[in-house]
């Protein structure tokens, strides 16, 4: 069964204090693996897309990558503005209408001033 | 990136009234178009996919005939919460493809009293 798993569930930071976010997962035939950022009572604002292990992908002070197991988002010198609930998607090629995106719990990120 | 916009933004209905959910893809056409539902500090749960000039296919455990969902044309989605409860207070969530990515709209807050 697909499956993706987020950690840690939440996470405080100081304001520049760099870290990472983990999304591992599980699929059977890997569509690609998305990043969603939500921020409380909004629909979810896409990030990126990756497609194949070793990829990676940067915007501003976030930067994803993937392995054949997991990714992760990398937060650098983060600021109160990144504050919100990162969201980790995975789209199957075999699961039942590989459109689907199958979705993590997310990490929910407050960044202090 | 491509726009997804919701209609209402939130809603308040009498408990067994009917109310109608609008999503529009605003400089795309989505054949597929997901209608997702989301509780408070929880992830987004998937509730069916949308397929226009066809019928919806709906996720294990969604009651079809409770949530109508009707996609007559290549931009709109609805999603119509028929005799609605309490219980079906939520935060709903369309998205649509667009390209390799998804999108997701704005969000729209049902209230039932």
């Known amino acids: 069964e697909d499956q993706v798993t987020q950690s840690p569930e939440a996470l405080r930071l100081q304001e520049g204090e760099s870290s990472s976010l983990n999304c591992s997962y599980t699929v059977s035939g890997l569509r690609g693996l998305f990043w969603y950022r939500q921020d409380p009572g909004k629909g979810p604002e896409f990030l990126f897309t990756?497609?194949?292990a070793g990829e990676e992908k940067e915007k501003e002070r976030l930067k994803a990558t993937l392995t054949k197991k997991e990714s992760f988002l990398h937060i650098t010198a983060p600021k109160p503005e990144d504050s919100a609930t990162y969201l980790c998607a995975v789209r199957s090629m075999f699961s039942g209408g590989y459109n689907k995106l199958i979705f993590g719990a997310g990490t929910r990120l407050a960044v202090h001033p | 990136g491509a726009v997804v916009s919701q209609h209402p933004s939130w809603v308040i209905c009498k408990s067994g009234t009917s109310v109608k959910i609008e999503c529009r893809s605003l400089?795309?056409?989505?054949?597929?178009m997901f209608w997702y539902r989301q509780f408070p500090k929880q992830s987004l749960m998937l509730m069916a996919t949308?397929?226009?000039?066809?019928?919806?296919?709906?996720e294990q455990g969604v009651e079809k005939d409770k949530f109508l969902i009707n996609h007559a044309s290549l931009t709109l989605s609805t999603l119509t919460v028929t005799s609605a409860h309490p219980e079906d207070s939520s935060f709903y969530i369309c998205?649509?493809?667009?390209?390799?990515?998804?999108?997701f709209g704005e969000g729209s807050w049902l209230t039932v009293v």
């Open positions: 990756l497609y194949s």
């Open positions: 949308s397929n226009e000039g066809s019928k919806a296919t709906y």
């Open positions: 998205s649509a493809i667009s390209g390799n990515t998804i999108y």
């Open positions: 400089d795309f056409q989505a054949t597929t």
